[in-house]
Every structure is written in C-alpha cells, then in structure tokens.
C-alpha cells in the first residue's frame, strides 16, 4: 500500500517539465552574477511580485534570516506573532545570528490588527531595544493556511510605519493567499519592505526560495548570503526549475485548497475531532483532537499505520496539508483509510 503523504507541500517533488528544463539549463557562476537562468528566475519574480530586485536563495529560512539582518542591528527588537515561523522553526536564528530580541504579538489565528501594534508601543527610553521591523506570515502556518487579506495588510502597514518599524512578509505561501483571494501576487507584496517566497513548496521546485525587496536592500542581502554560505556556483540548474513553478504552477493551487476543503469538512463530521472549516482557507487542514483517550501524536501514529501520514503539530493538534502529488482519488482514499483507523 503506497502510503499518502499529507504532512507537508515541501514534498511536492518536480514535475518532468522541471526535470527537463534542469537537464538543459543554460548556466553559469553565479556567484560571480553569471548565471543566465538564475538571473532570469530574479527578474521574473522581481516583475510578478512589484519589487526592485529579488535574490534566489536555498532555503525560506535563510530568506527569512536575511532579511532579520538587513533591516536590524544587533540587541534591535524585532515584532511578530507568538505562531510564527520565524518564531517557532527558525532554529532560534532571531537570537543566534540576528542577535535581535521578539517581541511576540498575541494574536488570533495568526493574524493581528493595528489595534495590537499600538498596545506595543513604548515612548523612547535608554533601558529598551529599539523596535525596527515588523514581520507577518501570509498565508499563516500553524493557524492552519489562514489568509490574510489585502485590506487586512494595509491596515497594519500604515501602523507599521507610524511606529517607524521596516515590514517584512514571511510569504512563504503567498501564492497560495493570492490565489484564495483571486489577487495578484504584487498587490499582497505590496506593502512590504521585503518579502520571502518559496519555490519549493505547493509550486514543486526541488530546492530555494526568493528574498524580495529594493535594489540596495538586495545587494546587501547578497553579502549576507554569500557570508551565510548561501553562495552557490551553476545554481541555474535549480533556477530552472524555479522559473516553471512561477510560470506553471501558481494557478493549480486551486485543486489544492479544494482537496483541503474535502478533507476538512469529511473530517469536522468526525466525533471527537474539531476542525475549524472557516479557518480552512488554502492547502492547510489543522484539527484539534478534543478526546481524553488519545492525542496528536497517538492519532497521528495510527493514520500513518493505515497508510496516511500526517504531522503532529502539538500534543492535541494535527495538520493535514494538500499538495500536487496528492490526487482527487488520493484524497478520498485518505478519508477512507483515517475513517477505519479512528473508528477502531
Ligand atoms: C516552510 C516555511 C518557511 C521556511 O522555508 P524552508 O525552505 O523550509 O526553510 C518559512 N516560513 C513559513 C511560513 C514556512 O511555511
């Protein structure tokens, strides 16, 4: 039985347009800027998300971090929110290589209002940091996919910059947000300094992401990549790749976030499981096990013995989340297989 893999869209793996375009890559150093295709991955995505310039590097998380130290120095504080990726999974970057202090944001299903910028606001004074940048997650993680919306985003970019902080959007999965809000990516990019986007997620790339932002900003978040060790050779034989999830790939999230939805409402039926369906607004599928005899972890470990495999994402939260190689048929078989399982 080929188990069906709904723990993460990282395991999209490349489609046989990618693995051709790989294969004929025309490259070169790109450390020395000569890589053809990289280049043109960095134009393509400057051009569909409305900024200067945008550099390709391995990893969101090195995105991320990138962006932490341009826009702060060290002892600066940095704001976000308390679900964060930057917060959560970034291996304590935020301390160990910005030498930046968070200051958490407690808000609802990962979203925050100027409302709660203002309540943070601290007249200048000689015994605190100095807050410098802003950071929000669009679509948000652990609220399960949630969206933030373009009003939403403005909003707090005007109190973003009333408090003087810069604004970076961890837009990991910013296609997916654009594509549930039927807008165009550079609308949602719009009103930040900087952003991240990844390649290797719901649009299937093997490997990297793009740091977006300002010609300078991008020149010095070069630097910060070369001395990260995030300089790469004839990287255009991932760029390749890259440039056919921006121009290929974007538009089938759709399916995606329908699988999502077939998935959550079976699920919210289930007794014993609570699934938030108005939060179910992408690919992500976050559920709650509301029993006394079992939790996340215990649920997660019987689906995966029936063949589906799941994360558990606390000791009482799952997440399910759709992706590419995760057909119509594969999501009704993974009903069928979690349905037996629970019920036994
Ligand atoms: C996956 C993810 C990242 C990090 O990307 P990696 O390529 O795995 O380092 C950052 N932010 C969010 C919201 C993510 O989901």
């Not at 929110?81 to 959560?88: G, L, R, V």
């Amino acid at each position: 039985m080929r188990p069906i893999d709904l723990r993460s869209d990282t395991l999209t793996t490349p489609t046989p347009a990618m693995r051709r375009a790989m294969a004929e890559a025309e490259v070169g150093d790109d450390v020395y800027g000569e890589d053809p295709t990289v280049n043109r991955l960095e134009e393509e995505a400057a051009a569909l998300l409305g900024k200067e310039a945008a550099l390709f590097v391995p990893s969101g998380t090195m995105g991320n971090q990138i962006a932490l130290l341009l826009h702060t120095h060290r002892g600066d504080e940095v704001w976000l929110e308390a679900e964060s990726h930057i917060y959560w999974y970034e291996v304590g970057g935020l301390g160990s290589l910005a030498h930046v202090q968070p200051r958490l944001i407690f808000g609802r299903n990962g979203k925050f209002g100027p409302q709660d910028l203002e309540a943070l606001r601290e007249p200048p004074d000689i015994h605190r940091p100095r807050p410098r940048l802003l950071c929000l997650e669009n679509t948000h993680n652990r609220a399960g996919g949630v969206v933030w919306t373009v009003g939403e985003v403005e909003e707090v970019a005007a109190a973003a910059r009333r408090l003087g902080l810069a604004f970076h959007l961890d837009g990991a999965r910013l296609f997916n947000a654009a594509v549930a809000l039927k807008v165009k990516p550079s609308v949602l990019a719009a009103p930040f300094d900087t952003v991240m986007v990844s390649l290797s997620k719901g649009l299937a790339a093997p490997v990297g992401s793009l740091l977006l932002g300002s010609r300078d900003q991008i020149g010095e978040a070069r630097r910060w990549r070369k001395l990260l060790g995030g300089g790469m050779r004839q990287a255009g034989i991932l760029a390749a790749a890259g440039l056919i999830g921006l121009r290929e790939m974007v538009e089938r999230l759709e399916e995606d976030h329908l699988h999502a939805r077939i998935l959550a409402e079976e699920m919210a039926t289930w007794p014993g499981l609570n699934v938030d369906l108005s939060l179910v607004q992408t690919n992500i599928v976050k559920v709650t096990v509301a029993r006394e005899d079992l939790d996340g972890p215990a649920l997660s470990a019987r689906f995966h013995e029936a063949g589906v495999k799941v994360s558990a994402l606390g000791p009482r939260f799952i997440r399910l989340v759709t992706h590419k190689d995760v057909s119509r048929r594969d999501v009704e078989e993974a009903l069928r297989r979690m349905k037996e399982a629970y019920r036994a």
